[in-house]
């Protein structure tokens, strides 16, 4: 248990609808970061917000998008899903304390685009 | 720019045999190194990390990675698996902590009894 939660744990969307995944970090975590997980592949970097804003993102398009709150959520919005969104979208979590803080992930939200 | 590369995709492996899952990684900076374990269904598990300091590192599980800086690489060891192991395991770098992460494509160990 690594106290980071995602919503929904699957979910099944059709091309070109838009669809928003939830994640809610640990308490005083506040750096979270998105990456989407292909089928065999390893996690990609898609963008990481601090205090609410971004600050940092991958080689992701714009339709990409998200939001932090103050009260450690956060979510990812793609708009105009293509099927090669279909993947698990992973939100990770961590404090800003010091070097190499641990990130801890959820378990990810399974999205698939039909 | 960071990458990394797990050159097995697969190990298979018989129980309380050791086992090593190779990890090279390319950075023109310095960078912390990581290794990830993903159960099935489930999200990532951090097992250790580098971070500086002793280039052994040890982790969770009886896990340990060796950080070689010449060879550019971060392998990571077990002496003894259990078939609790099976898993999808992930290296990962970072130019700095406060980064993003890159990881590698993943290395399926798979113990068998």
């Known amino acids: 248990e690594t106290g980071v939660t995602q919503s929904p744990t699957h979910l099944i969307k059709t091309r070109g609808q838009q669809v928003t995944l939830r994640c809610s970090s640990q308490?005083?975590?506040?750096?979270v970061s998105w990456y989407q997980q292909a089928l065999g592949q390893g996690p990609q970097f898609i963008f990481q917000?601090?205090?609410?804003?971004?600050?940092g993102r991958g080689n992701f398009p714009p339709r990409f998008s998200g939001l932090q709150f103050p009260n450690y959520s956060s979510e990812l919005n793609v708009n105009a899903l293509e099927l090669d969104d279909s993947a698990l979208y992973l939100c990770?979590?961590?404090?800003?304390?010091?070097?190499?803080?641990?990130?801890?992930f959820g378990p990810g939200t399974r999205l698939t685009v039909l | 720019a960071q990458s990394v590369t797990q050159l097995d995709s697969q190990v298979p492996v018989f129980e309380e045999a050791p086992v090593e899952l190779r990890c090279n990684y390319s950075?023109?900076?310095?960078?912390?190194l990581f290794w990830y374990v993903q159960y099935p269904n489930q999200g990532l598990q951090l097992l250790l990390k580098?971070?500086?300091?002793?280039?052994l590192v040890k982790g969770i599980n009886g896990f340990e990675a060796e950080f070689n800086k010449s060879q550019t690489s971060f392998h990571l060891r077990k002496p003894s698996v259990h078939i609790s192991d099976t898993a999808e395991y992930f290296c990962?770098?970072?130019?700095?902590?406060?980064?993003?992460?890159?990881f590698g494509s993943g290395t399926r160990l798979q113990v068998q009894p």
């Open positions: 990770a979590s961590r404090t800003d304390r010091g070097y190499a803080d641990t990130q801890y």
């Open positions: 308490s005083g975590h506040n750096t």
């Open positions: 917000y601090y205090r609410e804003e971004e600050n």
């Open positions: 950075s023109s900076v310095s960078v912390y």
């Open positions: 580098y971070l500086s300091g002793s280039t």
């Open positions: 990962a770098v970072s130019a700095s902590g406060r980064r993003a992460l890159t």
